[in-house]
């Protein structure tokens, strides 16, 4: 068969032996993203006609204005994955708690627990700017049969099963990794499939885009300020200065440098000792995806992976991209935390 029209459906099926657990259990699960990221898509798309931008009016728990679409998405995403009897806990970014969910039988026994970003980039759902969704799947760690515990989901991301994000942007992306290599699939919005489009995506091991919001430079850490100062220098071989490029959404922003090469920084600030990106359902998944094509993910000096949570919404600074450019800027941060 030609690779490059094979449908996500038939990808999940023609790969699903290199998934460490049953069968079936991962085509369900992508399954479920798959459809509630083309309800989402339909209302994405027709943002600005119908009453699904703007504020929502609550806040959610880390005191940021949900937005209409936030809480559409939350809930499309958090029914989809219910009702296919595969989740046994999900955690969002929209709920304060993490969800348990019984099962049909009210007996607990699903083995997968998701973490989502249901609606990712926010800030540019109303600017007609591409916005994403981030999902990252575990294994359980206790007792199927009995309600899941914060332990499901305060797993290091190296022990993820699954991750990925879809992006709306120009057209609809879903790209996955399931440990693997990373595949992209793009939707055909006529016939409401998704096509192999980006087979074996691979981040070039240097690029020349840097992306970060330089509003905040001021309170940047000196590595970060020295990294930037790097990038923005000209040298002979006009290999610097890099371009600097920032969607302001993190999904669309680390697509565009896993496809043309490039680093993306979040960092800590003075005002967010932390940053602001949450390390289990954004990092995390942008991590295990990162590496998986070839990438580097870090907090400037630690693989985000090998972090051990410890709160559902925790935050950490966030450094990722092509491999050489993320240790680059980790040489910087090290430089400038000598004594
Ligand atoms: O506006 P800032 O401070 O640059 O932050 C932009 C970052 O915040 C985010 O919007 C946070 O994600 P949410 O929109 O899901 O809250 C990222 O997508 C993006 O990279
Ligand atoms: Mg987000
Ligand atoms: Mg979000």
């Keep these: 068969m030609n ?3 094979q449908t996500l459906g038939e990808f999940i099926i023609e790969n699903q032996s290199e998934f460490a657990y049953s069968s079936g259990e991962l085509s369900r699960l992508i399954n479920s993203i798959r459809l509630a990221a083309k ?3 339909h209302e994405v798309n027709k943002a600005g006609l119908v009453d699904i931008t703007g504020a929502a009016g609550d806040t959610n728990i880390q005191g940021e204005d949900q937005q209409k679409l936030d809480v559409y998405a939350n809930e499309r995403f958090i029914q989809t994955l219910t009702n296919r009897e595969i989740v046994c806990g999900i955690a969002s970014e929209e709920n304060d708690d993490f969800i ?3 099962g049909h039988n009210e007996d607990h026994q699903n083995k997968y627990v998701v973490l989502i970003d249901p609606l990712d980039g926010s800030s540019n759902i109303d600017v007609n700017v591409s916005v994403g969704t981030i999902f990252s799947i575990y294994r359980r760690v206790t007792k199927s049969g009995t309600p899941v515990t914060i332990d499901d989901f305060l797993q290091k991301g190296n022990q993820q099963v699954a ?10 992306m879903i790209v996955y990794t399931t440990g693997h290599g990373v595949n992209g699939f793009t939707l055909n919005p006529a016939i409401g499939t998704y096509y192999l489009s980006h087979p074996n995506m691979k981040f070039p091991e240097d690029g020349h885009i840097y992306s970060i919001n330089e509003g905040n430079y001021i309170q940047f850490p000196q590595g970060v300020k020295d990294y930037i100062k790097y990038c923005q220098e000209e040298t002979e071989d006009g290999e610097r ?7 302001g959404s993190l999904v669309s922003d680390i697509h565009r440098n896993m496809i043309k090469g490039g680093i993306y920084i979040y960092p800590e600030t003075s005002k967010a000792p932390n940053g602001k990106l949450r390390l289990l359902y954004e990092c995390n998944p942008m991590a295990f995806l990162a590496e ?17 949570p410890t709160e559902l919404h925790q935050r950490v600074p966030f450094f990722c991209g092509s491999k050489n450019m993320v240790t680059k800027a980790e040489e910087f941060m090290a430089k400038s935390s000598k004594p």
């Design 3 to 5: 690779k490059t029209f």
């Design 39 to 41: 309800v989402v898509n």
């Design 100 to 102: 348990t969910i019984e």
């Design 163 to 172: 991750a990925g994000y879809i992006v709306y942007g120009t057209s609809t």
């Design 241 to 247: 200065p890099y371009t600097s490029r920032y969607i």
């Design 292 to 308: 998986q094509a070839g990438g580097k993910a870090s907090n400037g000096y630690q693989r985000i992976m090998d972090i051990q």
